[in-house]
């Protein structure tokens, strides 16, 4: 397959629906409909990121994994972020959302009020850019809080803790049992969690001589594709080829010629069954939404699978604040922790709803808003 460019990622008008492969090469054509605050040059720099790294050598279409590829991936610094604020409607998704839009990863929370009605905000976060330890990247961070906050910035300050979280809460018992109990391998999972309806997985391993067909039917969703390809990752499989095509609505078909890392089909029925077991749990509930009651207050708990290489979901913390100032729900405090049960990690993102700051909205109500916003049905 020849190559058409020196980049190995492309954004361009769409011309027609080819997608080719000479076996050496992992060629990928997505066609998308962008928003108008798409960022298509940061689309394409995070990409190229995540693509291993080549060499041309006198023009032969060859790929050559750096030095760089063997190493374990470097831990990025992390730094506290500490604002001090008075509290309005919406101020926690106007923080999250100047840091989404500067790149910079929450990768623990936890927020309180007082009873004054002052915020001290704890973010502890990671630079995608790797300039947070620079006073001009700093300075950065703080007009843009400050764009966004006004007034209501009390006062701002960041400083390096670290390489990594050591400490992770976990989830007290009641959480548990609510929120990792639940079994989807059935048709209706338990405890009354929001699900994606109409999954349906099947395996052919007749069609293709050298790879196992994995066809799906489901609804879409936001992250459809990381949470397939995720769960393929975890499962050190390998997918050759694919197509998805969208029909009626939010209606997915999705058809992957998988192999093992071993370059070979799937005949082990029990790996084949525990794959697919998986892939259903992961797109009925790729999260998981409930309010409890935390004495005589309402907390939302939302949690999501981790991968194996440790990595969260990205932009819950994001769009669980956004659906909350969307029906002007205010929030008293918040916690990102991990909470491990069996083989699995999971995050828990706990939020304790101001009840009288906001309005009188059902439980019902705000456990909708917030898993629609987090599947990308709003």
């Given at each position: 397959?020849?190559?058409?460019?020196?980049?190995v990622?492309?954004i361009?008008?769409?011309?027609?629906?080819?997608?080719?492969?000479?076996?050496?090469?992992?060629?990928?054509?997505?066609?998308?409909i962008?928003k108008p605050?798409?960022?298509?040059n940061?689309?394409?720099?995070?990409?190229v990121?995540?693509?291993?790294s080549?060499?041309w050598a006198?023009?032969?279409?060859?790929?050559?994994?750096?030095?760089?590829?063997?190493?374990?991936?470097?831990i990025?610094?992390?730094?506290?972020?500490?604002?001090a604020?008075?509290?309005?409607?919406?101020?926690?998704?106007?923080?999250?959302?100047v840091?989404y839009?500067?790149e910079?990863?929450?990768?623990?929370?936890?927020?309180?009020?007082?009873?004054d009605?002052?915020?001290m905000?704890?973010?502890?976060v990671?630079?995608?850019?790797e300039l947070?330890g620079?006073?001009?990247r700093?300075?950065?961070?703080?007009?843009y809080?400050?764009?966004?906050?006004?007034?209501?910035?009390?006062?701002?300050d960041i400083?390096?803790?670290?390489?990594?979280?050591?400490?992770?809460?976990?989830?007290s018992s009641?959480v548990?049992?609510?929120?990792?109990?639940s079994?989807?391998?059935?048709?209706q999972p338990?405890?009354g969690?929001?699900?994606s309806s109409?999954?349906?997985?099947s395996v052919?391993?007749?069609l293709?001589p050298?790879?196992?067909?994995i066809h799906?039917?489901c609804?879409d969703?936001k992250?459809l594709?990381?949470?397939?390809m995720r769960?393929?990752?975890?499962?050190n499989?390998?997918?050759?080829?694919g197509?998805f095509?969208?029909k009626?609505?939010?209606?997915c078909?999705?058809d992957l010629f998988i192999v093992?890392?071993d370059?070979?089909?799937?005949?082990?029925?029990?790996k084949l069954?525990?794959l697919?077991?998986?892939l259903?749990?992961?797109?009925?509930q790729?999260?998981?939404v409930?309010?409890m009651?935390?004495?005589p207050?309402t907390?939302l708990?939302?949690t999501?699978?981790v991968?194996?290489?440790?990595?969260?979901?990205p932009?819950?913390?994001?769009?669980?604040a956004?659906?909350?100032?969307?029906?002007?729900?205010?929030i008293?405090?918040?916690e990102?922790?991990?909470?491990v049960t069996?083989?699995?990690?999971?995050?828990?993102?706990k939020?304790?709803?101001?009840?009288?700051?906001?309005?009188p909205?059902?439980?019902?109500?705000?456990?909708e808003?917030?898993?629609n916003t987090?599947?990308?049905?709003?």
């Open positions: 397959m020849g190559i058409l460019s020196d980049d990622v492309i361009s008008q769409s011309e027609k629906e080819d997608v080719t492969t000479d076996g050496k090469w992992c060629y990928l054509v997505f066609w998308v962008g605050n798409t960022r298509w940061l689309l394409k720099m995070r990409l990121e995540a693509s291993p080549f060499s006198f023009g032969i279409s060859r790929c050559y994994l750096s030095d760089s590829e063997s190493q374990p991936p470097k990025p610094d992390l730094f506290l972020l500490k604002l604020c008075s509290d309005r409607t919406g101020l926690l998704y106007d923080v999250t959302e840091l839009k500067l910079i990863n929450i990768e623990k929370v936890k927020i309180s009020t007082t009873p009605g002052k915020v905000d704890l973010f502890f990671t630079d995608t850019r947070l620079t006073g001009k700093r300075e950065e961070v703080y007009e809080l400050r764009d966004a906050i006004g007034d209501s910035l009390i006062s701002y400083e390096l803790v670290g390489s990594e979280i050591t400490a992770r809460s976990q989830a009641s548990a049992e609510t929120l990792f109990s079994d989807v391998s059935g048709e338990s405890g969690l929001h699900t109409n999954v349906s997985i052919d391993n007749s293709s050298a790879h196992t067909l799906i039917t609804q969703h992250g594709l990381y949470d397939i769960t393929f990752k975890d499962f499989i390998q997918i050759s080829y197509r095509t969208i009626r609505g939010r209606n078909e999705i093992q890392s370059g070979r089909k799937i005949l082990d029925s029990s069954n525990a697919v077991y998986r259903r749990a992961e797109l009925q790729p999260l998981r409930v309010m009651n935390r004495g207050d907390e708990l939302v999501n699978p991968e194996l290489s440790g990595k969260g979901r932009q819950v913390f994001h769009d669980i956004l659906a909350l100032k969307k029906i002007n729900t205010c008293f405090s918040a990102i922790g991990r909470h069996g083989e699995r990690e999971w995050e828990v993102y939020v304790l709803i101001n009840e009288e700051d906001s309005l909205v059902p439980r019902s109500k705000i456990e808003q917030v898993w987090l599947m990308g049905w709003e």
